[in-house]
């Protein structure tokens, strides 16, 4: 009885042992496998570029330049009295600012004229001749109606006002007559000059 036992056991217990070897062969015979290597991290993204600077501010542009002054005019006249007359001569002044009417001045007087109405009448002639017989015609619109009393002398504005010193109608290179007063219009003539710009 005891052999048999023996003799069973011994085959198991080789058995054991060779499924032992052989598991260790197996395990020692081969050699394990390298590793995949390992892939580099990805290269971090290059930064955005930067923003493009703003265009400069455009210059402003250059301040308009100022107007011109307006243009002044001068015009005058030696107003002599004619044969006869019982007036000292004078000298009459004609201003003008370019887009203005006429201003008068210098009818300060005519020493000796009585108070009453005149006229002062822009004729087309050039030259007023002996005793104002040369001065032409009469330009239309060019009665320059006063008044003179013992302390003031006042004028027709609207008649001064269509007289002009430059350009068409023009009164430069014409003559300037003195007329007394007959019922509303230009009578005898009493001064005359001609009338020359000036500066």
Same mark, same amino acid.
């Given at each position: 009885?005891?052999?048999?036992?023996?003799?069973?056991?011994?085959?198991?217990?080789?058995?054991?042992?060779?499924?032992?070897?052989?598991?260790?062969?197996?395990?020692?015979?081969?050699?394990? !496998? &390298?590793?995949?290597?390992? /892939? %580099?991290?990805?290269? *971090? =993204? $290059? +930064? @955005? #570029?930067?923003?493009? !600077? &703003?265009?400069?501010?455009? /210059? %402003?542009?250059?301040? *308009? =330049? $100022? +107007? @011109? #002054?307006?243009?002044?005019?001068?015009?005058?006249?030696?107003?002599?009295?004619?044969?006869?007359?019982?007036?000292?001569?004078?000298?009459?002044?004609?201003?003008?600012?370019?887009?203005?009417?006429?201003?008068?001045?210098?009818?300060?007087?005519?020493?000796?004229?009585?108070?009453?109405?005149?006229?002062?009448?822009?004729?087309?002639?050039?030259?007023?001749?002996?005793?104002?017989?040369?001065?032409?015609?009469?330009?239309?619109?060019?009665?320059?109606?006063?008044?003179?009393?013992?302390?003031?002398?006042?004028?027709?504005?609207?008649?001064?006002?269509?007289?002009?010193?430059?350009?068409?109608?023009?009164?430069?290179?014409?003559?300037?007559?003195?007329?007394?007063?007959?019922?509303?219009?230009?009578?005898?003539?009493?001064?005359?000059?001609?009338?020359?710009?000036?500066?």
């Amino acid at each position: 009885m005891r052999g048999s036992r023996s003799g069973r056991g011994r085959p198991m217990k080789h058995t054991a042992m060779l499924i032992s070897i052989l598991a260790i062969a197996a395990c020692g015979g081969k050699k394990p !496998e &390298p590793a995949p290597p390992k /892939e %580099p991290p990805p290269a *971090p =993204e $290059p +930064p @955005p #570029p930067p923003a493009p !600077e &703003p265009p400069p501010a455009p /210059e %402003p542009p250059p301040a *308009p =330049e $100022p +107007p @011109p #002054p307006p243009k002044s005019m001068l015009a005058k006249a030696q107003v002599m009295p004619v044969k006869g007359a019982r007036i000292k001569g004078t000298v009459v002044t004609f201003t003008q600012d370019e887009g203005q009417p006429v201003n008068i001045g210098s009818i300060g007087w005519f020493d000796g004229i009585k108070p009453g109405k005149y006229h002062l009448v822009v004729h087309d002639g050039a030259d007023c001749g002996p005793n104002a017989t040369k001065a032409g015609k009469p330009i239309a619109n060019a009665d320059i109606l006063f008044a003179v009393t013992k302390a003031t002398t006042s004028l027709q504005v609207d008649q001064v006002a269509s007289i002009q010193l430059e350009g068409e109608g023009a009164i430069v290179g014409h003559t300037l007559v003195l007329h007394d007063d007959k019922k509303g219009k230009p009578g005898k003539a009493l001064a005359c000059g001609a009338i020359a710009g000036g500066e």
